[in-house]
T-cell receptor
Framework: GAVVSQHPSWVICKSGTSVKIECRSLDFQATTMFWYRQFPKQSLMLMATSNEGSKATYEQGVEKDKFLINHASLTLSTLTVTSAHPEDSSFYIC??????????FGPGTRLLVL | AQKVTQAQTEISVVEKEDVTLDCVYETRDTTYYLFWYKQPPSGELVFLIRRNSFDEQNEISGRYSWNFQKSTSSFNFTITASQVVDSAVYFCALRGNNRLAFGKGNQVVVIP
């Protein structure tokens, strides 16, 4: 299957700092990527849909100024958590569609804000 | 709106037993895709299977099998002769109208 990578896998930062997470499709081009957030023992929550060359589409309740998404190329999307606070601590997962509507997921990034 | 229901939250089985995970979905789309993903403790979601709405053929892959019944809007997943490595959270998902809706997941614990 298709491979999606994420970097970094772990981030620990101080409150108030910004954190950037990269998502790459390694062996295919992805015009659309997705960013999810997952709290412990819960399902995935879609945060936004990232479209190459255009603005991301955010889900209701997700602050677009807080979670900046950039999809500058067909293989790279970035999520920047600006001025992170402890409540932003979570597991962030990106995904991309490769073939026949199948979404492949990255390994995730665990963010801990102190 | 799309909805996926996985009623069983946590299922414990003894190794070598079979386990079936139920998935019921709701959608108004005539064309849609159903998926199962495995999320081991490491966190990465592993794609297991895709089935489109026009293909009701059941599928077997090794110890995994899937039963798709459009009449009851169900897409159930069975692990035969479970192993400890099968311990994970399993998510059923429905894609339609450019959105992927997840169920709440089934935590499967295989006891050696």
């Amino acid at each position: 299957g298709a491979v999606v990578s994420q970097h970094p896998s772990w981030v620990i930062c101080k409150s108030g700092t910004s954190v950037k997470i990269e998502c790459r499709s390694l062996d295919f081009q992805a015009t659309t990527m997705f960013w999810y957030r997952q709290f412990p023992k819960q399902s995935l929550m879609l945060m936004a849909t990232s479209n190459e060359g255009s603005k991301a589409t955010y889900e209701q309740g997700v602050e677009k100024d807080k979670f900046l998404i950039n999809h500058a190329s067909l293989t790279l999307s970035t999520l920047t958590v600006t001025s992170a606070h402890p409540e932003d601590s979570s597991f962030y997962i990106c995904s991309a569609i490769e073939f026949q509507e199948t979404q492949y997921f990255g390994p995730g990034t665990r963010l801990l804000v102190l | 709106a799309q909805k996926v229901t996985q009623a069983q939250t946590e299922i414990s089985v003894v190794e070598k037993e079979d386990v079936t995970l139920d998935c019921v979905y709701e959608t108004r789309d005539t064309t849609y895709y159903l998926f199962w993903y495995k999320q081991p403790p490491s966190g990465e979601l592993v794609f297991l299977i895709r089935r489109n709405s026009f293909d009701e053929q059941n599928e077997i892959s090794g110890r995994y099998s899937w039963n798709f019944q459009k009449s009851t809007s169900s897409f159930n997943f069975t692990i035969t002769a479970s192993q400890v490595v099968d311990s994970a959270v399993y998510f059923c998902a429905l894609r339609g109208n450019n959105r992927l809706a997840f169920g709440k997941g089934n935590q499967v614990v295989v006891i050696p």
